[in-house]
């Protein structure tokens, strides 16, 4: 069985309000879900996994904040991966 998608959008309170008018379901991430009285939240099992790239542009100087950023999310990559 195959979806139908047919709306896509990234802005996260849009999509709950679809869902409140009863246009369909939505996928959020658990930090941009708004406790809303006319939607609910549930926990997909398992868990969706989500991949995030990181982009730099060659030739620019690196900054000691993104060399912080990147020590970071690899920390949190490790532990996920752990867990």
Same mark, same amino acid.
């Given at each position: ?17 679809? =869902? ?22 549930? =926990? ?40």
């Amino acid at each position: 069985m195959r979806p139908k998608v047919a709306c896509r959008a990234g802005d996260f309170p849009f999509m709950q309000a679809l =869902v409140a008018a009863g246009v369909g379901i939505a996928f959020i991430p658990a930090l941009a879900v708004e406790d809303r009285p006319d939607t609910r939240a549930l =926990v997909l099992t398992p868990t969706a996994k989500r991949y995030i790239g990181v982009y730099t542009a060659p030739g620019t100087p690196s900054h000691h904040a993104s060399h912080a950023l990147l020590d970071a999310l690899k920390e949190r990559a490790a532990a996920v991966r752990r867990s």
